[in-house]
C-alpha cells in the first residue's frame, strides 16, 4: 500500500500472470447484450466486487462503495473469455479504502490470447451499522489487526 500515486502504465502492457486475481469469471451467453458480446454492466459488476473483496483485507466489516472513476473499454469480451479482475490497493484514508482494479480477458476459456480490456479505481468506505464512515479496522495493513 502506498499514499503516492502508482503508475500502471506498463503493468498493464503484458498479463500479470505472477498474481492471483481477487475474482476470474467464465463468461456465458447470460452476460451478453443485444449485440451478443459481454454486457459492460456485468464487467462493471465484477470490479465493483473485486474492490470490496481488496477493501475486506483492509476492513473485515462492512464496505460500501463511494466511486468508481471513469471505465474505458478498450477491447470486447466475448463468451467463453475467461476474465480476471486483479486488485491493488493505492490508498487507506481514515475510512476510505482506494482499489485499483485491472481487467483482463483470456480468449477461448483461457486457452488464447489474453487482451487487456479495462481499469479502473474504487474508493470503499467503512461503514459502521448506521452506515456511517467509520476508521478503518487495519489501517496498518491486511495481516495487522
Ligand atoms: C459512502 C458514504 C457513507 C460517505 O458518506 P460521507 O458523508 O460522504 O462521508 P465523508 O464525507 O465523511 O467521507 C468519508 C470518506 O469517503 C471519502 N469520499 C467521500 N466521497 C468520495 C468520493 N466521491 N470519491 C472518493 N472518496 C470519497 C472521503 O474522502 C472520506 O475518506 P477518508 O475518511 O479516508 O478521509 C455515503 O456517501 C453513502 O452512503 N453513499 C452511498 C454508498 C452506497 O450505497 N454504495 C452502493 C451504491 S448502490
Known sequence: MTNAPTNHASAEATYPKDKIPAIRRLMMPR?????GTIFGGVILSEIDLA????????HPSKVVTVSMDKVEFKQPVFTGDLVSFFTETKRV???SITVH???WAERRFGGGSAVHVTEADVT????DDNFKPTPV???NGPSAS
Open 31 to 35: 452476460d451478453t447484450n443485444a449485440l
Open 51 to 58: 474492490a470490496a473483496i481488496e477493501a475486506h483485507r483492509w
Open 93 to 95: 484514508g481514515r475510512s
Open 101 to 103: 482494479v485491472s481487467v
Open 124 to 127: 470503499m468506505v467503512a461503514v
Open 137 to 139: 479496522l487495519r489501517p
